[in-house]
């Protein structure tokens, strides 16, 4: 029985890991947005899946299509989790766009990093998106994915 006991305490420690790490790819996958004074962006975020996923859509105002000829984006990036701390909510991964493979060693890919924001419930929250050039995206939940 002793053995038994002594089996199981570690597969159980590790299980309950796995469900926190599972948990916040869960609460961060959907279909995000921010909206400033160019344009909207739209962020897909796809962790829950075995294939990781995270897509851009930025659709510029009318004024910036004009006059600073900017353009519509539409990428699609593959995912590589580098780490979860869930004592901040923060998952950083690698990203590469879709078709094209990582970058070996993988530490040459850009790192980019989500953060859960919580407020007064636990329930609610917000994220923000950071990029590996430092620019900041504070995001709004928009659907499911």
Same mark, same amino acid.
């Given at each position: 029985m002793k053995k038994l006991i002594f089996f199981l305490i570690p597969l159980i420690l590790l299980g309950c890991g796995e469900s926190g790490e599972r948990d916040i790819l869960r609460d961060v996958t959907g279909v995000w947005s921010a909206k400033t004074y160019d344009g909207t962006t /739209? =962020?897909?975020v796809n =962790? @829950? @899946?075995s /294939? *990781? !996923?995270? +897509?851009l859509i930025y659709s510029p105002t009318d004024y910036n299509k004009k006059w600073e000829n900017e353009i519509d984006i539409d990428d699609l990036y593959d995912v590589s989790i580098? %780490? $979860?701390? *869930? +004592? %901040? %909510? $923060? /998952?950083?991964?690698?990203? !590469? *766009?879709r078709g094209e493979s990582f970058k070996e060693p993988i530490r040459e890919n850009p790192i980019w990093t989500i953060r859960q924001h919580f407020g007064w419930n636990d329930d609610e929250y917000t994220i923000s998106l950071t !990029?590996? *050039?430092g620019d900041n995206y504070d995001l709004g939940w928009v659907r499911d994915y």
């Amino acid at each position: 029985m002793k053995k038994l006991i002594f089996f199981l305490i570690p597969l159980i420690l590790l299980g309950c890991g796995e469900s926190g790490e599972r948990d916040i790819l869960r609460d961060v996958t959907g279909v995000w947005s921010a909206k400033t004074y160019d344009g909207t962006t /739209v =962020f897909e975020v796809n =962790f @829950d @899946d075995s /294939v *990781k !996923t995270f +897509r851009l859509i930025y659709s510029p105002t009318d004024y910036n299509k004009k006059w600073e000829n900017e353009i519509d984006i539409d990428d699609l990036y593959d995912v590589s989790i580098k %780490n $979860i701390e *869930k +004592r %901040n %909510n $923060i /998952v950083s991964f690698y990203l !590469t *766009k879709r078709g094209e493979s990582f970058k070996e060693p993988i530490r040459e890919n850009p790192i980019w990093t989500i953060r859960q924001h919580f407020g007064w419930n636990d329930d609610e929250y917000t994220i923000s998106l950071t !990029t590996h *050039k430092g620019d900041n995206y504070d995001l709004g939940w928009v659907r499911d994915y």
